[in-house]
C-alpha cells in the first residue's frame, strides 16, 4: 500500500484574512480547495492512503471531506501542541497502516503547488535505496531560501542556511517541500517534541552517513504562502501553465455554472469566479480570484487580487494586489493601493480611498 502524509497544520498568517477562518489548504483555488488538487494527484500517483497532519481549526478537514467517496483512505493526526515540520511527520507517521521498515512514505507540504511527477520521484527513491529523498527545484535568487548542494550522483552534502552574500550562494537548489521517507527513517525522529526536518532531522542524517539523495528538477513550482503566489497559483491551474487532474483542460477563465457575468464584462488571466457571484457591466477581472457570493458592479477593475466571499465591489472602484476579506462593502469608486489587505465585514464608504502618486486618503473604517 503506497502511503503520503499532508502536512496541513500551520495558521496561514501570510494569507490573512482569508485564513482568518479557514486553513490555507482549504483556501478555494482554481474551482477546487487546494487540498483536493493535492490529493487528487496522490491519487493519479498510487497512493491509497494520506493522512493529514493537522492543527489550526483541525476539524474544518474532515468537514471537507465527509463525504468524500472515492478510492482513498484519509486519517487525520492532530497536533495538539507546535511539533514542528519534524515532530508533525512523526505524529502523523503513527497512524500509516504499511508495516514494512522500508516502505516509501511520500511527504508533501500542504502549501506547495507543484509539477512533480510524483510516481518518478517514488521509482528514484527505490532505485536509489534511499533514505531519504527530497525534491529540489532551481531558483534565479536562492538567498530568500536554504540551500541544499548535491554531488554529482545526487547525493545531498549538506543543507545551508540562508545564504547572507553571493559567495555563499554555492548552489541554486532549494527544498521544495517535497519527500520521500523511508518508514523506519519516519519511526526514528523523536516523538512528542518539537523537531525541526530542515534543521535537525536532515543535517543529522548527512552527518551519520545515510542515504539522502535530491531529486533536482525544473517542473512547475510555487509555494502559495503569499497573496500574489496564491492568486497567481490559482490562475497558472485555470492556464494550464501548472497541471491538476481538477482542471480538465486550460482555459481562460473559470466561471461557477451558476454565476453571472454580464456580456461586457471581461474575465481573463486565468480567473474565476465562484458560485452565486455576479460581474456586472464593463467590468474587468483579470488573474484574480472572485469567490462565492460576490457581487461586482458596473465598470470595477480587479487586477491580481483576492475577493473572498459575500462581498460587494461597488462601481468605478479599482483593485491591484488586492485581499478583500469575506462580507467586505467596498463602496463605489474606490482607488486602493495595492498590496492593501481588508478585513472580514469592512466597510468603506463611496470615494473612501484614493490614490493620488504616493499619497493615499483614507476615512475610518468600520
Known amino acids: 500500500m503506497q ?56 476539524g474544518l478537514f474532515e468537514d471537507e471531506f465527509k463525504d468524500f467517496s472515492q478510492n482513498l483512505e484519509i486519517s487525520y493526526a492532530v497536533e495538539e501542541v507546535p511539533l514542528g515540520t519534524g ?14 521498515a522500508d516502505a516509501p512514505v511520500l511527504v508533501l507540504n500542504g502549501d506547495i503547488l507543484s509539477g512533480l511527477d510524483l510516481r518518478e520521484v ?3 527513491h527505490r532505485a536509489r535505496d534511499a533514505d531519504v529523498t527530497l525534491h529540489l527545484t532551481r531558483v534565479a535568487d536562492p538567498r530568500a531560501f536554504g540551500l541544499v548542494p548535491t554531488d554529482g550522483s ?30 523506519s527513517v519516519l519511526d526514528a525522529i523523536p516523538a512528542d517534541r518539537e523537531v525541526s526536518v530542515e534543521q535537525e532531522t536532515f543535517p543529522q542524517l548527512v552527518a551519520e552517513g ?37 482542471v480538465a483542460q486550460p482555459a481562460e477563465a473559470l466561471i461557477h455554472p451558476t454565476a453571472t457575468v454580464d456580456p461586457t464584462a471581461r474575465v481573463t488571466g486565468g480567473s474565476t469566479v465562484g458560485p452565486r457571484a455576479v460581474i456586472g457591466p464593463h467590468v474587468v477581472v483579470d ?39 469575506c462580507h467586505a462593502h467596498i463602496g463605489a469608486d474606490n482607488e486602493l ?15 473612501g480611498v484614493r490614490v ?3 499619497a493615499v486618503a483614507c476615512p475610518s473604517v468600520h
Open 3 to 58: 502511503e503520503a502524509i499532508i502536512l496541513v497544520g500551520g495558521k496561514g498568517t501570510r494569507l490573512r484574512p482569508l485564513t482568518n477562518h479557514t486553513p490555507k489548504p482549504l483556501l478555494g483555488v482554481a474551482g477546487s480547495s487546494f487540498i483536493r488538487h493535492q490529493i487528487a494527484k496522490l491519487m493519479d500517483a498510487g497512493v491509497e492512503h494520506v493522512v493529514f497532519a493537522t492543527s489550526y481549526l483541525a
Open 287 to 325: 488573474r484574480s480570484i472572485v469567490a462565492a457570493d460576490v457581487t461586482v458592479d458596473e465598470g470595477a477593475l480587479i487586477h491580481d487580487s483576492v475577493v473572498d466571499h459575500d462581498s460587494a465591489i461597488g462601481s468605478g472602484t479599482v483593485l491591484r494586489e488586492t485581499v478583500v476579506g
Open 210 to 246: 545515510s542515504r539522502v539523495f535530491g531529486h533536482t528538477t525544473d517542473d512547475y513550482w510555487r509555494d502559495l504562502g503569499t497573496p500574489l503566489a496564491f492568486v497567481h497559483g490559482s490562475a497558472d491551474l485555470v492556464t494550464g501553465r501548472a497541471t491538476s487532474p481538477l
Open 122 to 124: 517514488l521509482e528514484r
Open 87 to 100: 515532530g508533525a511527520i512523526r505524529n502523523a507517521a503513527r497512524l500509516l497502516r504499511g508495516g514494512s
Open 356 to 358: 493620488s502618486g504616493s
Open 154 to 183: 545526487g547525493r545531498v552534502l549538506s543543507f545551508l542556511e540562508k545564504p547572507k552574500t553571493a559567495e555563499e550562494c554555492v548552489t541554486d537548489q532549494i527544498n521544495a517541500g517535497c519527500y520521500v521517507f523511508r518508514r
Open 337 to 351: 493601493p495595492p498590496q492593501l489587505r481588508l478585513s472580514c465585514g469592512i466597510r468603506i464608504p463611496a470615494q
